[in-house]
């Protein structure tokens, strides 16, 4: 088990950016940070969840969505427990709530698995970001 909080959303105008954070905590069992596949998920309002970016904590493998890629960056800070989402350049299309979550084990993460929301057992409660034009 771990327990994962976002933050770091807001409003901005199209062309800016924002830095989410996602602080991983309170580990039980097989989890710790240094052995995580974490993700970022979005979802707008009437639109299914998508994976935005994902990383294997141990390998630094990261993996970044089509349509954020280029712009979206994620990375780790394990002296702090946390992940981030750098995300510049952003659109309306951006637009949504953002999730962070976590597993210890994502199978075929390098192939894809990684944006499966269904292959991650625990989440963050979401963080609201507004892109405007």
């Known amino acids: 088990q771990v327990h994962l909080v976002e933050s770091g959303g807001g409003s901005v105008q199209a062309g800016g950016s924002l830095r989410l954070s996602c602080v991983a905590s309170e580990y039980r069992n097989e989890y710790a940070f240094d052995n995580l596949y974490v993700a970022w998920f979005r979802q707008a309002p009437g639109k299914e969840r998508e994976g935005v970016a994902a990383i294997y904590t141990f390998k630094d493998d990261t993996f970044v969505g089509n349509s954020v890629n280029g712009r979206f960056t994620i990375s780790q800070d394990s002296a702090k427990n946390t992940l981030y989402l750098q995300m510049n350049s952003l659109k309306p299309e951006d637009t949504g709530m953002y999730y962070c979550?976590?597993?210890?084990?994502?199978?075929?993460?390098?192939?894809?698995?990684?944006?499966?929301?269904?292959?991650?057992?625990?989440w963050g409660q979401g963080t609201q970001v507004t892109v405007s034009s």
């Open positions: 979550a976590a597993d210890s084990l994502v199978p075929q993460f390098t192939t894809g698995g990684w944006g499966r929301a269904s292959e991650y057992q625990h």
